[in-house]
């Protein structure tokens, strides 16, 4: 599948954004889907996935703060933040997954990333 990510932009500290990564593609059978973020000089790290048991996982920076929703019908997959710091800045990418646990995600398909900034 194709993913395609969108949403970011330039806020304000406190303020929301959402994020919708569209599937080219069903996503219904996936149980495994995810969102990470690569800040500058920085690896590209997991925010928050569906895991392929069916529940959720949220790094701990992301937790209370941003939540992982999907519309299988839409074939896509959202990310609520709310309350944003300055530190959420980065390009924000959606994973169709081969396996997520609670460990983390592994393998699948990338989209091509949307920048959110956070100003202080």
């Known amino acids: 599948v194709q993913l395609q990510a969108s949403g970011g932009g330039l806020v304000q500290a406190g303020e929301s954004l959402r994020l919708t990564c569209a599937s080219s593609?069903?996503?219904?059978?996936?149980?495994?889907m995810a969102w990470f973020r690569q800040a500058p000089g920085k690896q590209r790290k997991l925010v928050a996935a569906?895991?392929?048991?069916?529940?959720?996982k949220y790094d701990d920076s992301a937790k209370g703060r941003f939540t992982i929703s999907r519309d299988n019908s839409k074939n896509s997959v959202y990310l609520q933040m709310t309350n944003l710091k300055p530190e959420d800045t980065a390009v924000y990418y959606c994973?169709?997954?081969?396996?997520?646990?609670?460990?983390?995600?592994?393998?699948?398909?990338w989209g091509q990333g949307t920048q959110v900034t956070v100003s202080s």
């Open positions: 593609g069903s996503i219904s059978k996936n149980n495994a």
């Open positions: 569906f895991t392929t048991a069916g529940g959720t």
């Open positions: 994973n169709a997954a081969e396996y997520c646990s609670g460990y983390g995600c592994y393998g699948g398909s």
